[in-house]
């Protein structure tokens, strides 16, 4: 499998394997799932992404490996922190990083991310404000609170670098991202639509390319996450979704590509990964497969190399994306 420079991490697989292992995005058995894990990484994936919020993906990895995981291969976790009273924010996030450790019989976590949304202090979301200090960090908190926390955890050993999921507001992400110091990694919607799909609760435009260049530009590794977004780029979604769903709206919206591809003779959620795979300043692509049929579409689409000009230029085309 090729590889790719992920900021301090050095060279990782252009694939990444992700939390659809923790049985939260579609059904999937405990022991399909544990053999999805040791699957990839005999596919020569080399990182593998959890998170609290992804079920049992921690626990899992944590018993596919029993403390012992193969020799290069580095995993990362996240912390939904939200906008916690002045002076938590630090005691929240060792807590936090010390459970996921624990979870996957860990020593020393590769990247800790923050995982909530940030946004500017003040920022009125357009959905779901009532919850925002449960979902989004405040610049200032992430500034003044986040940055200093996670730099002592670095010195203290329990992790080898820090990042955030760039999906927040793309203003205060971008801000976050040229402060100093700095994220060392990056995660960023990468899929051929642009779209956060439901992740996105702000009315102004989400700019995913711009975060990850602008994360490339300053250093920093990225992550590209959601390629098929929430399903919408697939042949079906796997899940019971409600009609007034962004994602449901994105897969409704999405039929042209799901026709190119017909025409193409390839099934959509590998065009959508290989698609993501082809696209500019994306380090490693996070996989949100549930199980070993899944990953192996995956890994014939990174086999396969990066979409022509021309390839891209037609999915494109279809004006899935916002101008």
């Not at 939904?80 to 002045?86: D, F």
């Not at 990083?97 to 976590?109: F, G, P, V």
């Not at 439901?198 to 390629?227: F, N, Q, S, T």
Request: net charge negative.
């Amino acid at each position: 499998m090729r590889t790719a420079t992920l900021g301090p991490l050095g060279a990782v697989s252009r694939l990444t394997l992700g939390g659809g292992i923790g049985q939260i995005w579609g059904e999937t058995t405990h022991e399909e799932a544990l053999a999805t894990v040791h699957a990839a990484v005999d596919a020569g994936v080399t990182l593998i992404d959890c998170a609290p919020m992804y079920r049992n993906a921690e626990a899992f990895v944590g018993e596919a490996f029993g403390g012992r995981p193969p020799a290069g291969v580095r995993f990362t976790t996240k912390c939904q922190l939200g906008s916690p009273a002045p002076g938590q924010a630090g005691d929240i996030l060792a807590a936090s990083l010390e459970s996921s450790l624990q979870a996957m019989r860990l020593e020393r976590m590769d990247v800790f991310f923050l995982h909530s949304n940030i946004h500017v202090d003040g920022f009125e979301y357009a959905h779901g404000g009532a919850s925002r200090d449960r979902f989004s960090t405040a610049l200032s908190i992430y500034l003044h609170e986040v940055v200093p926390a996670m730099e002592r955890l670095k010195a203290q050993g329990k992790l080898a670098a820090w990042g955030i999921t760039g999906i927040g507001v793309p203003t205060a992400v971008l801000e976050a991202i040229d402060h100093a110091p700095r994220p060392q990694v990056v995660q960023a919607i990468a899929n051929l639509m642009d779209s956060p799909g439901a992740l996105k609760r702000y009315a102004e435009p989400a700019r995913p390319r711009d975060v990850a260049a602008a994360a490339k530009a300053a250093g920093c590794g990225v992550m590209g996450i959601r390629a098929v977004q929430a399903g919408a780029l697939t042949a079906a979604v796997d899940r019971e979704l409600s009609p007034n769903s962004p994602d449901r709206a994105d897969y409704d919206r999405a039929a042209p590509f799901r026709a190119l591809c017909a025409k193409w003779g390839q099934d959509p959620a590998y065009a959508a990964h290989r698609y993501a795979l082809s696209m500019p300043n994306i380090d490693t692509v996070v996989l949100g497969v549930k199980n070993r049929d899944e990953l192996a579409m995956c890994v014939k689409a990174e086999a396969d190399g990066p979409y022509s000009a021309e390839e891209m230029a037609e999915i494109d085309g279809l004006g899935l994306a916002p101008a």
